[in-house]
């Protein structure tokens, strides 16, 4: 279980802060933004390339990079999502994975389809209530979830949340109010974009660096924000952790007395299959996600 609970923790986080990222688009320009995953791509790549060009370390590495994304999210929509919303969601949607597309075929032809890894120090594990984790894996977790919990009081305690929590609710009257309403905007898709390369980012140093990085979130991250209810952040968190726990659980119980034998396990590659067998009985029961009351607001 300690194992199931440190893998939940890590992947979980960075699940999260992709699907939060999702969640507050949806909130202020009311479509589903499929680039999101994309923004983890480019995050994650973006380190390769300050580390080749600036080489300052992963850390400025890791700033430059997100910073880079998140003001190309806000590009992204000035050129383009703010003349396909002009026709309605759904071409926005449609128009956003047409975009995840291109990022990824241009990636492709500038790197090749060969994985990358970041040049980091080996770390050995360390045994932490029987799981064993590396201290790189700690700081994952630990960022992850700073980041989170800072969002979450910016968006209850601050001006800046309170617009962005006007806008998500009605944005006419919003605007009608005084609130720069196009200000918001940008401010959130940067802030979408920054979520999407700090996720990109923790994979990289948690894992390799590939083209199809983006493509293999879309689900859960499409997933923890519909479960969690579109709009509303804290549902996306919760759902996020929910479903990569119910995945690593399921991978670690032996079915063995169920079906006969004396041990079966399930195969890792069902392990995303599970999260969807509880996101459509959930649905089933509570068609608004987890957080359904506040699926409207940021």
Same mark, same amino acid.
């Given at each position: 279980m300690a194992e199931v609970i440190a893998r939940t923790l890590i992947s979980g986080s960075e699940v999260a802060l992709i699907a939060v990222g999702m969640t507050i688009v949806f909130g202020v320009s009311r479509f589903a933004n499929v680039a999101q995953v994309e923004f983890a791509t480019l995050g994650a790549y973006g380190v390769l390339l300050a580390g080749s060009v600036v080489g300052g370390g992963i850390v400025l590495d890791s700033v430059l990079s997100i910073g880079v994304v998140g003001a190309l999210a806000v590009v992204f929509y000035r050129l383009l999502f703010v003349r396909l919303l002009k026709r309605d969601a759904a071409t926005a949607m449609i128009g956003s994975l047409a975009l995840s597309i291109v990022i990824g075929a241009v990636i492709l032809m500038l790197t090749g389809p060969d994985a990358k890894t970041l040049e980091l120090p080996l770390e050995r594990g360390r045994d932490i209530a029987g799981a064993l984790v590396t201290p790189r894996e700690i700081w994952i977790v630990v960022i992850g979830v700073a980041v989170l919990a800072a969002l979450l009081l910016v968006l209850r305690f601050t001006s800046l949340g309170r617009s962005i929590r006007a806008v998500s609710t009605n944005r006419d009257l919003a605007q009608a109010t005084g609130i720069d309403v196009?200000?918001?905007? $940008?401010?959130?898709?940067?802030?979408?974009?920054?979520?999407?390369? &700090?996720?990109?980012?923790?994979? +990289?140093? $948690?894992? %390799?660096?590939?083209?199809?990085?983006? @493509?293999? &979130?879309?689900?859960?991250?499409?997933?923890?924000?519909? &479960?969690?209810? @579109?709009?509303?952040?804290?549902?996306?968190? +919760?759902?996020?952790?929910?479903?990569? @726990?119910?995945?690593? &659980?399921?991978?670690?119980? $032996?079915?063995? %007395?169920?079906?006969?034998?004396?041990?079966?396990?399930?195969?890792?590659?069902? %392990?995303?299959?599970?999260?969807?067998?509880?996101l459509i009985l959930i649905l089933l029961v509570r068609p608004q996600g987890i957080f359904g009351r506040t699926a409207r607001r940021a």
């Open positions: 196009r200000r918001v905007t $940008d401010i959130v898709w940067c802030i979408s974009g920054c979520l999407g390369a &700090l996720a990109g980012v923790l994979l +990289a140093v $948690d894992s %390799q660096i590939s083209v199809e990085m983006g @493509f293999s &979130l879309l689900l859960p991250v499409f997933a923890a924000a519909l &479960l969690g209810g @579109f709009g509303s952040v804290a549902g996306a968190i +919760a759902a996020a952790y929910l479903l990569v @726990f119910i995945e690593n &659980l399921a991978v670690h119980i $032996d079915f063995g %007395q169920l079906v006969g034998s004396t041990s079966a396990h399930l195969i890792p590659g069902y %392990q995303p299959a599970v999260g969807f067998v509880i």
